[in-house]
C-alpha cells in the first residue's frame, strides 16, 4: 500500500508544472552556477601558479638575511563545489624571522578588478541549497492540506488504511521525485566538470562528491520534513505555501546575512590598523635595543661606508664591495641583532594571537547563529567536506608557524648568524681595506680616504673616480644564489576524507536529527489531523 | 468602482496570513538590522575618529619638521563612516575604500581591511536597501501572484465581471491595492528604525538625512510598483494560481540570483581588462627605458648637500618614473571604472540590481561617493603641490628640484601645518547624484509601463470561466 501511495505521488508530481519548472531552473542554474564558479576557480588558478613562481624565486637568494621562503596553500579544486572561507583568507605565507605568521596573505581577491568584488556569487552549494530546498517545500506543502481541500483525504481515510502508511507513503513519493533531480543536478555538475579542460579531479575528489550528495540528500529529506510538518499543521494549502516561503526566504536569505551582521556588530574585533600600530611599537624597541647596542660596539674608523648595499623591509641586507671592517662590524652586530629580532617576534606574538582570537570569537558567533538555519547547516558541512572551511584553513596555518620553528632550527644548527654568508658573498679572506678600495678602484689616482677627499674638493665631483676600475666580486650580482638543498621543505597533510567526514558529524547529525524530530511531529499532527 | 476594489482588496490583503508574516519579518529585521548599525557605526565612528587625530598628528609633526617630507610622503585617506549607511551602506565596504596619494600624486586605491574578519563570508548589511529589495520584493510577489489566477479558481473574477465592471479598473485597482498595502506594510518598520535611531541618538537627522529618506521613501514605492506590476504578470500568464506562484518564485529567483550572481562572470567574458601583472611589466619596461635614456649621474645624491648638481638629474628622473608609472596606472584605472560601469549594465536587467543603484545614488554612497572622492583628491593633491612649490619657493636654501619620492633638493625649512591645505570630504552633490540616478530611473519606469501594460493586455483575454 505505502508503495502504492508512493508511486501515486510520485507520477503526480512528475506530470505537474511544478516538476517542469524546478527542473526547468535546475537545468539553467546548475550549469551556469558551474561555469561561472570555474571561472573564478580558473582566476585562482592563474593565481597559485604565480604565487608558486613567487615562492620558487623567493628561494633564489645569494645571502640568507634575504631568504623568506614563501609557501602557498595548493588550490582544492572542490572550492567549484563550495567555496568557504579559501576565496576570503588569501593563500599565501611569507616565513619571516621577525614575525610569525598570522594571517595568509595574497590573493584574497578572486578578480583584478576591485570594484567587482561588490558583487557576490554564490557557489554551487549554495544555487543547490536555494533551488532544491525550494522545491522539497513546494512538493511538500499541500501532502496533506492539499488533499483535504481536494476531498480526497476523506477518501483515502474511508479505507482501512493507517494514517503512518500513508504519511510514508507521501514522503517516499515525494523522495522518489527529488532524488531524480538531486541526481540529475550532480550529474550535470560532473559533466561540465569534465568538460572543462582546467578543471581535473582526483579520484578522492570525486569520492568526496558522492558524501557530498548524499549529504544533499539528508539535507533535501530535511527541507522535505519541514513542509510536511507546515501542511500537516494547518488546513489550507495557500496558508501552507506561504508560510513554506517566508520559512524558505528566513532561512536561505535573511539568517546567513543577519548571522554574519550581527557577529560584525555585536562581537568586537579591534581593526588591523590598532594591532600594526601595536606591532610597529614593538618593532622600535627593538631597533633602539639594536641602536643601543650599536653605540656600544667599535664603529669602523672611518665611519660607515657602503660600495654595494641592498636593504630590504624586513631587516634584511645584502652587501659586497665594502670595506673589511664595515663587513667584521655588520658581521658582529648581526650576532646579537637576529636572535634578538626572533625574541622579539615571540614578544608580539601574544598580541598577534590575541587579535586572533577575536576574530575566531566572532567568526563563530555567526557560525553558530547561522545553525539556526538548515541550509547554512548544511553549507558549513559542505565546505568541512570539500577541505575548503576555517578549520583546514587553521591547519595550514599552524603548519606555517611551527615551519617557521624548523627554519629557525636550521639556521641556528647551521650557524647562519655567526657567518659572514648571512649578509654577503664575498669571503671574508678576500675582504680589502678602505684605503686598498680606493687605490684600486681609482686606477692608483688616489690612495686613501684623505686623498679622496682632496679630490672631490677640487674637481667638485662625488664618487667618479672610483669607477675607474672595477673589483671583481665587489658587486651582489657576481654571486649565485645559494645552494638550499639542505633547508627543510614545506610541506602539509591536507584533510581525509574520513578526517573531513568526522568534523563535519555534528552537523550532519544536526540534520538529521532535525528531520527526525519534524517527522515526529508531523506524524503526531497528522493523527490528529480533522480530514473533513 | 475603483475607490471601492482597492478598499476591498486592502481589506482582504489587511486581513491575510501573509500580510502579518511579511510585517512581523519586516519589523523584526528592520528592528535588528537598525540596532546592528548603530553598534557598527558606534565602532566605526570611533575607530576613524581614532586614525584621524593619529592622521593629523603625523602629519603635523612631519609639516612641522619639514615641509619636503610632508609632500613627498605617501599618506593613505580612509574615508569617513557613512551616517547614512541605514538607508543602505551600498557595498562600500567591498568596494576600494582607501586611497593613497603624497603632495605629488594620488596613487590609487585599495580595499581597507579595517576590522573585516576574513574568516567571515562576504554578506549584506540588514539596512532599509535589503529589506525592501529582498523580503518586500518577495512579499509583494506572494501578495499578487493569485490576484487574478487566485479569483478565478474560486470562481469570483467571473462573479465580479458579470457586474458592469471594466477590467482595466479591476486590474489597476487590484495593482494598487497591492502597493498600498505593501507600503502600509513599510511604514511601521521605518518608523522603528528611526525610532531606534532617534532614541539612541547615534545618528543627528539633518535636513540633508531628511531629504535622502524622502528620496530614498520614493525610489522604494517606485521599486513596489515595479515589483507588483510583475507580480501581476505573473497571475495572468497562468490560469492556475500554482503556476502564477512557480512564474513569480523563478522571476523573483531571477531578478535576485541569477542576474546579480552572473554579472562578474558575463562582465570578465564580454570586457576583459588587462591582467595585474601585464600592468606590472609595461612598468617595468618604462622604468627600464627611463634607465637607459637617463643621463649619467641621476641616481647620485648626497643628504649633506642640496645643491649637488646631479640632484637636479635625480629629481627629473624620479618625476620621469613617476609620471610614466601613473601614465600605465590611470589608463589601468580607467579600464577598471569602465569594466565595473559595463558590468553594472549587465545587471540592469534586474529591477532589484536597479533599485540597489538608484538608493546608492540617492544616499551618495558606493560608487558614487568613490568616484567624488577620487576627483576631489586630485584637486586637492594639485592644491597641496601648488602651496608646496609656493613656500619652497620664497626658501634661499632650497634648489627647487622637485623630486616626488625624496627630500634631497627641496625646501628642508618647517611649515605651520595650519596654512597647509587640508583634504575634506565632500558629500556627493545633488548633480553626482542625479546624474548617476536618473538612467535607473528610467529603466524601472520602462520595466514597470512594460509589465503592467502586458499584464493589461493578457487580463483582457483572460477567459475567466
Redesign the interface.
Known sequence: MIISIALKEFYNNLVS??FA??FL?CL??VP??L??SI??YKGKLREYE?QKKEAENSLQVRVYSKLHPEVVRPLKPLSIFTRG?SY???SKVKILLGEKPM?SSGG??V????????????DFIT?LA??LS?LAL?FTYDSCSGEREQGTLKLVFSNSLGRAKFLLGKVIGVCLTLLPITLFCYLLAALVIILSPQVSFSVMEWISIGVLFVVSIIFFGLCMMVGLFISCRLRSS??S???C??IW??FL??L???S???????I???????LD?ALQEIDSEFNSKCDQHQKSMEEPPYGMWYWNYWGGEYGDYEEAGSPDLVMKYHWQLNQFTEPLRIDYADKKWPLQKSYLEE??R??KF?ERLSLLSPSEIFRLAASTLCGTD?SA?YSFLERTREYREEFIDFFKNKKIFESYQYFTRQPPENLMTLDEIIRVRSGGLVNNQQELSEWQRLNKD???VLFKVDIPGSHNEDYEPLDLSDMPKFNWQQGTIAGNLKKCLDKIGMLVSAGVLLFFLSFVSFVRYDVR | MLLEIIFREICHNVLS??LH??LI?TLL?FG??T???V??YS?ERE?YN??KV?FIEKNRKLAESSLTRLAVGRQNLILTPRANAFITDA?GK???NRFEFSGYNVFG???R??????????????NWM?IIA??IS?AVF?FTF?TIS?EKELRTLSQTLANPVPRGTLLFGKYLSVILTTLLMLVPGIGLSLIILLVTGTVAITTETILEITGFLFIAALFVICIASFGLLSSVISR????S???A??IW?FF???V??????W???LFP?Q???SVQSKIQQAFLDLEKNAPD?SW?S?GNNPF?P?HELRANHQTNRMNSQMNIMNAFYNE??R??EQ?RML?IFSPVSVFEYLSEAVTGG??VRFQKVWRDLHAWQTQLLAYFKEVDAKDPASPHWYNPYEYFSTTRKGANYGEVPVFKEKAPTFRDRFSSAWPYLLITVLYTAVAFFLSFVLFLRYDVR
Open positions: 508544472a511544478r519548472i524546478g531552473l539553467v542554474l551556469l552556477t561555469i561561472v571561472n573564478d604565480s572561507v576570503n583568507v588569501g594571517l584574497s581577491l578578480r583584478e578588478n576591485p570594484f567587482l568584488n561588490a558583487f557576490f556569487s554564490m544555487i536555494i533551488t525550494l513546494l495557500v496558508t505555501i506561504i508560510v516561503l517566508f526566504v528566513l536569505f535573511i546567513p546575512n543577519l554574519t551582521y550581527a557577529a560584525r556588530s555585536f568586537n574585533v579591534s581593526s588591523r590598523e590598532k600600530l576574530l575566531d566572532q567568526r555567526a576555517v584553513h662625488g664618487f667618479s | 496570513l501573509r508574516i511579511s519579518l529585521i535588528v538590522g540596532a546592528a548599525f553598534r557598527n565602532g575607530e581614532r586614525w593619529e557595498r567591498y568596494l576600494p586605491f585599495s580595499v581591511p579595517g576590522g573585516a574578519n576574513p574568516y567571515l563570508s562576504a554578506f549584506e548589511e540588514l535589503f529582498i523580503i518577495f506572494l493569485d487566485g492556475s494560481s500554482k503556476v506562484l512557480l512564474i518564485l523563478t529567483l535576485v540570483v541569477i546579480p550572481n552572473t554579472a562578474v562572470f562582465t570578465q567574458s581588462v591582467s595585474v601583472e649621474g647620485s648626497s649637488l646631479q577598471m571604472f569594466q565595473f558590468a545587471t558606493g560608487y
